[in-house]
């Protein structure tokens, strides 16, 4: 799986390191926490949290660590961010979302009522408002998740992996990407749409 089919500014970000999108999302939290000892002077750091000064975070909301929150970004009130959150320049969380061991690249946007669960957004991206995302497949007795690379059929040998949206995308209201959604520069997913790339 080349992560670079999926996005424009791989130099820009530095944890990819060449691994396939569903491990780094398992090494996330190790993977920040020794991030976090590089940054610079304009974020403030404070326990395994780095928030740059130029973010703007409202009222009620919950940040765990590890947790690096980039220039310009905003998180609206009552969010939740835990289990390892990166939000790269510019990343807009609205209202009451949850966000959880996750990667956002830069201008991406996350409308109120959403949950983004063990995943990679890039560049770009817009969720629309009650988006609903899933990271497992409770219904199964076989819980890995498999994804669709063009035609193949592959493995993660994991448990929770949701999504990889690459550059560009929007994912409009009210749609459903089920565990192991793999999107494609530019892709659009209409309102009340299922997205199942693997069929039982």
């Keep these: 799986m080349n992560i670079q089919n999926y996005i424009s500014n791989l130099e820009a970000f530095f944890i990819v390191q060449n691994q396939e999108a569903w491990k780094i999302i398992q090494h996330l939290e190790q993977i920040m ?67 959880k061991s996750s990667i956002i690249c830069s201008c991406s946007s996350i409308a109120h009522l959403n949950f983004i669960g063990d995943s990679i957004i890039w560049e770009n991206v817009n969720f629309e408002g009650g988006s609903l995302t899933a990271n497992h497949y409770n219904e199964r007795e076989d819980k890995d998740i498999f994804i669709r690379i063009d035609w193949d059929i592959i493995n993660t040998w994991i448990q929770k992996f949701w999504a990889l949206v690459g550059d560009s995308s929007k994912i409009w209201a009210n749609a459903v990407l089920s565990p192991g959604t793999i999107l494609g520069p530019n892709s659009i997913v209409k309102r009340l749409e299922l997205v199942e790339q693997i069929q039982d």
């Design 33 to 99: 926490l020794e991030q976090i000892q590089t940054l610079w002077d304009d974020y403030e750091i404070i326990d395994h949290m780095a928030v740059h000064k130029t973010a703007v975070i409202e009222s009620n909301v919950t940040i765990k660590w590890p947790a690096i929150i980039g220039k310009d970004c905003f998180i609206g009130a009552n969010s939740y961010l835990r289990n390892g959150v990166f939000l790269w320049t510019g990343v807009k969380i609205w209202i009451w979302c949850e966000i």
